[in-house]
């Protein structure tokens, strides 16, 4: 990989719930090069949202940060105030959600909202921020700006709801975005013209990429290398079409049989296959290899103790399989 | 539907609801089991006047034509005449509503000013020692009897103390008699500011520090209660979130934006409160003896004030009824403007 923009290492967390402590990281290690595209896929609730919180440091109140270090540009992340975080949030960092119908405010204008990003991050305020806003608008391709900035967002269509997410999210030209299942809440056709103009303002503008899909198709296309999640645990890494093509973890190798053939994948139906079995309960999770109850290729010591983080292929997996990087 | 439909809609419900309501108050006093026409008469009527007035208002036809003419006279603004003062119901109300109206708007402002931005730092330190500060005190706020409360700020400040005036009619109106004040608004806090009178003013709003503090305590527990439920509602939101990846900073996104997605319910709070507080204005009018509002002519048309010598120690019907009807009417009003703020602030309501 080129220069790391960011770089996870050691990432302890766990979150306090009813049913006792759910430890979901635990040493987890990751990390972005500079202008890159790094796909993270895995299954709903293997722990995508919660890593990218963790970066942003937005975590919910029950969640312990329990030790590691969260590296940009040369910043721990975790060694700043909650002030200095604000000033990374916006600026050096920034986030594009799941579902935009929910993620921006119904009682404000596009434009409001807007305009609030831009005197955060710029300090422009008035005429100035107004002329930025609508720049940033036609940038991610939505040409009547003026009509927009005045609609209230659920005047809008979802794609274009994520388009303003996107264009507020690169405001002030930030390092890394991450953008945490930006499409899932739109229909196909504009999933493919978000993830387009992603890719084309990331070229042009430069910056990094963590994309959050649980599609690993999706994260193939678009995506430079694919870090696999499964239960909490990065399971597999390495370049994207290696990770699709010549998949080493027996959980890729089943989010691999599931995407559906070219022909099935104008039908909407995206959930046609899904891997057996299910996410195991994280408060309780199973001792040693947490991907062992659903494995096929289950062996004695995947019961007991967890594997080490060998080098598989052009890849590395987190399996015995693999134990000593021989395979 | 456009937002003119919307606000005609709103409109035509508050008619509906009027009307209601005084069909209401019509059949409850004819549950009084006496001839209305004794009551309208005036004091001791001879057998003559009832003859008349129980023609002239069709007391002796059946009761769905007594209660046209008494819809068709209340629409028309007649109210009948006061026993106790020998007027005109709606000329008595007119002349005292507007300092009423004074007194129930400076305590919902006080309320509505200091609950919000408490409810916001409650809502924002949930469950930390700042909050349960606040709970103990919005608790205790909303269960102190105002009566008692009333009584309690006269004792410490008026008669311990001695920096407030217990209840300063008389001598504000002896103020005001040499220094007086044009009528405009009718209110005499308003009249006595807008005719440059500060030393007025200055007279006036001094006798209302203790009424207001009286009536502002329950309206700020709910308000503070009510703002904090709401503002911890809206900080859970995705667009919370949302604003604060985007870095905006925590005071913009508390004041500036989860603010106003926590309003709206709390301002139907506000505008129950302020027509619940008429109740309270009648009250505390009687027992700081204010410049008289609608509350003296309650207690001299119920003839139970506490300091009232009263006139007389019948009940004014007319007077009693004229005070309902308006009384619904503001809180009819006040329902119809918080309708309007509503949709100001989030136009969804309308789809
Ligand atoms: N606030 C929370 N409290 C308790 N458990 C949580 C919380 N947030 C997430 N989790 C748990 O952590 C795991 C990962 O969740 P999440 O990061 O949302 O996964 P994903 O985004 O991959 O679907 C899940 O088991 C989920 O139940
Ligand atoms: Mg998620």
Redesign the pocket.
């Known amino acids: 990989m080129l220069d790391p923009l960011l770089s996870v290492r050691d990432l302890k967390l766990s ?1 306090q ?1 009813e049913r006792g402590e ?1 430890r ?1 990281f635990q040493g987890l290690n990751l990390d972005v090069g500079k202008g890159e595209v790094l796909g993270v896929v ?1 299954e ?8 990218a919180y963790s970066i942003i440091r937005l975590l ?1 109140p ?2 312990r940060f329990e030790g590691g270090s969260v590296v940009l540009g040369g910043k721990d992340l975790t060694k700043l105030s909650e002030k200095q975080m604000r000033d990374v949030r916006g600026r050096d960092i920034t986030m594009v959600f799941q579902d935009p119908t929910t993620a921006l405010n119904p009682v404000f204008r596009v434009k409001d909202q807007m305009l609030k990003v831009i005197k955060a991050n710029i300090g422009v305020e008035g005429a100035e921020a107004r002329v930025l806003a609508m720049g940033m608008l036609r940038n991610v391709e939505l040409p009547d700006a003026a009509a927009i900035m005045g609609s209230f967002p659920y005047e809008l269509s979802g794609g274009m709801q994520q388009r303003v997410m996107i264009a507020m999210a690169l405001t002030s030209n930030p390092q890394l975005l991450i953008a945490d299942e930006p499409t899932s809440a739109v229909d196909a056709t504009i999933q493919v013209q978000i993830l387009k103009l992603l890719d084309r303002l990331r070229r042009e503008k430069g910056f990094s990429v963590l994309l ?1 899909t649980h599609s690993i198709a999706v994260a193939k296309e678009v995506s430079d290398r694919i870090a696999v ?1 499964y239960a ?1 645990d990065i399971v597999e890494e390495g370049e994207a079409e290696k990770v699709v093509d010549s998949s080493k973890h027996p959980y890729t190798q089943g989010l691999v049989k599931c995407i559906p053939a070219p022909r099935a994948r104008h039908e909407s139906r995206r959930d046609l296959a899904t891997v057996p079995g299910e ?1 195991p309960d ?1 408060t309780d999770p199973p001792p040693g290899c947490r991907f062992h109850p659903r494995c096929p290729y289950v062996m004695d010591v995947c019961r007991k103790t967890k594997p080490g983080y060998w080098k598989a292929g052009d890849s590395h997996a987190l399996c015995y399989l693999y134990e000593g990087g021989k395979a | 539907m456009n937002i003119g439909a919307y606000v005609i809609r709103r409109a035509l419900l508050m008619v509906v609801v009027l009307v209601g309501t005084i069909t209401v108050t019509f059949f409850l006093s004819h549950l009084v089991p006496s001839n209305p026409a004794i009551f309208f008469g005036g004091q001791n009527p001879t057998p003559q006047e009832i003859q008349r007035i129980t023609q002239e208002y069709g007391f002796n036809t059946p009761l769905y034509n007594q209660f046209y003419i008494y819809l068709r006279d209340v629409l028309t603004g007649n109210l009948g005449m006061s026993l106790s003062f020998q007027l005109p119901v709606l000329a008595l109300i007119l002349e005292g509503l507007p300092n009423t109206l004074t007194l129930a708007a400076i305590s919902t402002a006080i309320a509505l000013l200091i609950g919000i931005p408490l409810g916001i730092e409650a809502a924002r330190h949930a469950g930390k020692r700042v909050d349960s500060l606040l709970r103990v005190f919005s608790v205790g706020f909303v269960g102190l009897p105002q009566f008692w409360l009333g009584i309690i700020l006269q004792l410490v400040f008026a008669i311990w103390w001695g920096i407030l005036p217990i209840g300063s009619y008389g001598g504000t109106l002896t103020y005001l008699s040499f220094h007086p004040i044009k009528t405009i608004t009718g209110s005499y806090l308003v009249d006595a500011l807008l005719s440059g009178n500060m030393g007025g003013f200055a007279a006036i709003a001094e006798s209302m520090i203790l009424p207001v503090i009286t009536l502002s305590l329950y309206p700020l527990g709910i308000i503070v209660r009510h703002t904090r439920a709401s503002m911890l509602a809206t900080l859970n939101q995705d667009y919370v979130r949302t604003a604060r990846a985007y870095g905006i900073p925590e005071r913009e996104i508390n004041y500036g934006l989860a603010f106003r997605n926590a309003l709206p319910p709390v301002l139907i709070y506000a505008g129950l409160i302020f027509a619940g507080s008429i109740i309270g204005v009648i009250y505390v009018e009687d027992v700081f003896n204010l410049i008289p509002g609608i509350g003296y002519l309650v207690i001299y048309g119920t003839g139970t004030g506490i300091s009232s010598s009263g006139i007389s120690g019948s009940v004014d019907t007319p007077l009693i009824l004229g005070v309902a009807i308006v009384t619904a009417i503001i809180y009819a009003l006040s329902n119809f403007a918080v309708d309007l703020v509503q949709i100001y602030y989030d136009r969804r309501i309308i789809k």
């Open positions: 979150f719930t759910l979901l895995g709903s609730g293997s722990g995508k949202s919660t890593l919910p029950n969640a959050i999640m909490g996410v994280l």
